[in-house]
Every structure is written in structure tokens, then in C-alpha cells.
């Protein structure tokens, strides 16, 4: 990798791995570090042209707007929600995040979320810990075996949770801006009705304003008191307070949750509630796949230093 003068902001710590290879090549400045973040985006305005970040971190406008000479976002993940990508659009500074290396360890997570709440696994798991085992059974579950199950936002990682679901022997249905081309599962032009539809509503879709809110508490109570919402995509896209209160009320029969609105605060109700499996935004959380996540930041920024056309641009 070849050493670039001009200072690689750095917003928040990376996979080690990827931090560390980015700091033996470049000058880096990480900026959760500094006493004054302010004085230190001023210290490096005058030369510092990429800034390095993650979907949970991102780039606000002021943040861009202190950095006149900007050019590269690089972004450590797919979802560039945090970044602002308007700001970026209108001084032409590239965006870069690091899609399909991810998909398949965030679609199987998705999976694991919808088994858990299908076949009660956490509740299961506590029964035998318990020892309840021991004075009877613990009853039995749902199954998953040919019920519906509707993505929201088919893309790469919705279709990757869609291939996994037909080997279940379920029935796919989706919504998204648009029909398909070449896929046979049922189109939805409404979520809500989408939602009415299934018994398990899984949320795959871009965060942002573009989506805010979009499993609304009128998709959540057609999904009903016997519906499973699995949430892989952002907290943002529900709405997350009518989320909790139907859950509480068993208005809605359970969820399996991997991201939040406010991370990592998450709403202490849903701690009380059985028929809830919480993650901690661990979708692409796996070693093989955080190094994949890393070597496309790395490819990008170096192609960004050589001249060369960006690996991943958004
Ligand atoms: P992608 O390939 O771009 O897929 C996004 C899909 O959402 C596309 O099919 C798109 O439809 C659809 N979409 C866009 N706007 C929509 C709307 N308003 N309503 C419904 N659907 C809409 O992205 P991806 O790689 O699958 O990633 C999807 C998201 O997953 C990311 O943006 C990120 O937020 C989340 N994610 C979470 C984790 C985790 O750790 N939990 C990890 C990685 C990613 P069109 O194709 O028609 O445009």
C-alpha cells in the first residue's frame, strides 16, 4: 500500500485488522480521540482529502462542510444512512461502501432471528436452563414449515433471505419500489397489505428518511397478534414505539431484532417480553466477513490514492 502526505480522517475505530493495515499505509487521525473535535477537523481542513467511517458512525454535514478538500467517504459497511449523502452529491465527493461481502452472514442471522421466534428457541433455551424441564413439557411452537413470509426490500440481502425462506417451504411475498423482473415471488405494491398477507414480515430494506417509519403501526397490527417482525435492515425503518406497545399488549405475537432506533439504547420494555429475541447489531458481526468489509475500504482508499476507479462506489 502506498503512504498518502495528506491525513485519512478517521471518525471511529474499525475492525482491528483494517484499522491497523489503514494506519501502516496512511496518516491517519482518529478523531474520537481528540479533546476538541472541532480544532482537530480544523488542524487537518487545509490537506485532508478521505475520511473513513462506518454505517453506524457515518458523516454529518458539518462535518464535510469543515473539510473543504474532501473527495473519498469510504464507508466500512453497506448501509450509508449516516452519511450525508446529499452533502456529498453536492461538492462531488465519491461514496464508497463494501455490499455483497456481507450478504449471506446477514441473511443467515435474519434466519436465525425468524427461527428463534417461530420455534420459541430463546424460550426453550430458558426452559432447560430453568430446570422447568423436569416437571413437564414445554408445549408446543408455531412452525415454520409453508406459512407466508413477506421481505421488505428485496435486494441483495432481502433475495438472500428469500433463497434461504423457499428452503423452509414457505411462500414469498415482497414489497420495494418496484416489481422485480425475473422473480416469481408475490409483488406487493403496499406494505400494509403485504403485511396482511404474511405471517412473518421481515424488514430488509435501506435506512434513512427515504424509509422512516415505513413498517408502520398499520403494517405491524395486519401483521396481528399471530405475526412475527424480523428487523435486520435499521431501527429507523419501523416505527419503533408502536412496535413495542402491540408487542407488549400481544397485539403483535413476536419479534426478532438485530437493530434499533438509537443504538445501543434499546427500549427496556421489550427486556420483560418472552416472545422478543434481541441482537446487538451483529448482521455482519463475523470475523471472515468483517476482514472482507475491511479489504474493500482498503481497495477503495488505495484505488482513491492511485488514481483508479473506485471498487464499490455508491
Ligand atoms: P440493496 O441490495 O440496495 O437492497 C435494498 C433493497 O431495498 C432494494 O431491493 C431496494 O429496492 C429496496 N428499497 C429501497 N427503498 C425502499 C423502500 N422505500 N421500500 C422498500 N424497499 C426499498 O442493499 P442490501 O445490501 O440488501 O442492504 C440492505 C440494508 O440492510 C442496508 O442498507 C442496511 O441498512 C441493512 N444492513 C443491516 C446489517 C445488519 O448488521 N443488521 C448489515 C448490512 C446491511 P430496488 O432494488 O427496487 O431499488
Given at each position: 500500500m502506498s503512504t498518502v502526505g495528506s491525513p485519512v480522517l478517521l471518525l471511529a475505530p474499525l475492525y482491528p485488522p483494517t484499522q491497523a493495515e489503514l494506519e501502516a499505509g496512511y496518516r491517519v487521525v482518529r478523531l474520537w480521540e481528540a479533546a476538541d473535535a472541532g480544532a482537530q477537523l480544523d488542524a487537518i481542513a487545509a490537506d485532508c482529502r478521505v475520511a473513513v467511517t462506518h454505517s453506524g458512525r457515518g458523516i454529518d454535514r458539518a462535518t464535510i462542510e469543515r473539510l473543504p478538500r474532501l473527495e473519498l467517504v469510504a464507508n466500512f459497511g453497506v448501509g450509508v444512512d449516516a452519511i450525508d449523502l446529499d452533502a456529498c452529491r453536492s461538492r462531488g465527493i465519491a461514496v464508497t461502501n463494501t455490499p455483497d461481502v456481507l450478504t449471506e452472514d446477514v441473511a443467515d442471522l435474519a434466519l436465525a432471528l425468524l427461527l428463534a421466534a417461530v420455534r420459541r428457541i430463546p424460550q426453550g433455551d430458558r426452559f432447560v436452563r430453568e430446570g422447568r424441564w423436569a416437571k413437564g413439557p414445554m408445549g408446543l411452537t408455531q412452525s415454520l414449515q409453508r406459512r407466508k413470509v413477506g421481505i421488505v426490500g428485496l435486494g441483495r440481502i432481502g433475495a438472500a433471505i428469500a433463497r434461504r425462506c423457499a428452503a423452509f417451504n414457505t411462500e414469498l411475498g415482497y414489497f420495494g419500489p418496484r416489481r422485480k423482473a425475473g422473480v416469481d415471488y408475490r409483488y406487493f405494491d403496499d406494505i400494509v397489505a403485504l403485511a396482511g398477507w404474511a405471517d412473518v414480515l421481515v424488514a430488509a430494506c435501506p435506512g434513512g428518511p427515504d424509509t422512516a417509519k415505513l413498517v408502520s403501526r398499520a403494517a405491524l397490527e395486519a401483521l396481528g397478534a399471530e405475526g412475527v417482525f424480523v428487523n435486520?435492515?435499521?431501527?429507523?425503518?419501523?416505527?419503533q414505539p408502536a412496535l413495542v406497545e402491540l408487542l407488549v399488549a400481544g397485539r403483535l405475537g413476536a419479534a426478532g431484532l438485530d437493530v434499533f432506533d438509537d443504538e445501543p439504547n434499546v427500549p427496556p420494555e421489550l427486556f420483560a417480553l418472552e416472545n422478543v429475541t434481541l441482537q446487538p447489531?451483529?448482521?455482519?458481526?463475523t470475523h471472515p466477513t468483517r476482514a472482507a468489509m475491511g479489504r474493500l475500504v482498503l481497495d477503495n482508499v488505495a484505488a482513491w490514492a492511485a488514481g483508479r476507479p473506485l471498487a464499490t462506489p455508491v
Open positions: 435486520i435492515a435499521r431501527g429507523s425503518v419501523v416505527d447489531h451483529q448482521g455482519s458481526a
